[in-house]
């Protein structure tokens, strides 16, 4: 039987958590695909700390990331630069993930070239385009397009036989990054700022949402740097997202504040090991909200919708918004409350058993 080939394209740090596990299972099956990586670059450094760490070297980097990018810029960039890739590759199957720009933009091209796509993480939705914007747009216009949907959970299934997606294309494998969360966690993990904060409740924070940026982002921080003047025993740990907004955003917000310290983005290994260590974790990150419920870490998620309803179902994310002072109340009470934590921090994982990838490359080979 000829080898199946199999294009998966990503760009930004959480595709990159969530594909290159994919990335190495189909590797590994070498009598059944050939697997060729084409990268976006929409992410410059966040992405590249991502492929080292799973040792992936991508066959093609458009390298679009400029500062300030808008949408516009990097839909126009990945579609017109992705033309040639898919022209002189001609794949079986295009692989994309969930919902950024990267992967509405490759879809459009594959459909333009009439190339199937399979999409890792399908079905996701909160109903509202303008929350997460762009993303929700961003997944179900590449479910329109897809062929094999990789669906995470029964419910996103279920969301995705609600618009009338055929069954025999839908998957449910569980979720990739479940898949990278295995192999992350160490026991004898130790790390300078973990020195720092031992002794303290230790916070992880995390900001970067499109749609938080501005005024939503400012009392968010307001918000966290209140909790914090406030409770001594406490400590907070924040890798800054790269973009130029939320940087100046926090550093207006949080500087000075001396129990929380702002550091560079952490290499998924570190971010894994961090967050199975801290008390609680502050963010608007759709990945973060998958991986916290299997190590049973409380999230306050401050976005005002979520397309991962599970993890409020197993009583593990709460959204909050990005009001000051809901975040504010929110987040005192889960410090001075033991029942309001015990509530919270129960271990669950409704994302799958780390098997995802295999799931995926099994479906493929049909
Ligand atoms: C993108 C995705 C979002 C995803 C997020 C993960 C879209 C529209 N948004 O949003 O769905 O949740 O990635 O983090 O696809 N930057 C760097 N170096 C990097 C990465 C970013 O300097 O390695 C800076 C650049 O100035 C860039 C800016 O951050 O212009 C924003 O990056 P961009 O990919 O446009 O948006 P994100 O908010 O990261
Ligand atoms: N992450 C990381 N380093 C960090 C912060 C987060 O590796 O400093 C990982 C985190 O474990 C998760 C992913 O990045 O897998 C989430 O990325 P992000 O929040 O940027 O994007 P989203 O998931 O919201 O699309």
Redesign the pocket.
Known sequence: MPKKKIMLVFG????G??MCPLVNELKSRQDYFETVVCVTGQHRE?LD??LRVFNVKPDYDLNIMKAGQTLFDITCDVLLKIKGVLEKETPDVVLVH???STSFAAALACFYLQIPVGHVEAGLRTRNLYSPWP?EFNRQAVDIITKYHFAPTEQSKQNLLNEQKPAEGIYVTGNT?ID??KTTVQEDYTHEALEWAAGSRLILV?A??RENLGAPMHSMFRAIRRVMEEHPDVKAIY???MNPQVRKAAHAELDGCDRLRII?????L???NF?ARCHLVL?????????APGLGKPVLVMRDTTERPEGVAAGTLRLVGTSEEIIYNAFTELLESQDAYDAMSKASNPYGDGHASERIADALKG
């Open positions: 930004t740090r959480p595709e958590i969530k966040m700390q991502v969930g919902d950024t993303e990054g990278a969360l995390t970067h949402r890798p800054i997202h560079e983005p952490l290499e998924v570190d971010f894994h967050l963010t608007d990150s759709g990945g973060i909200q998958e991986e």
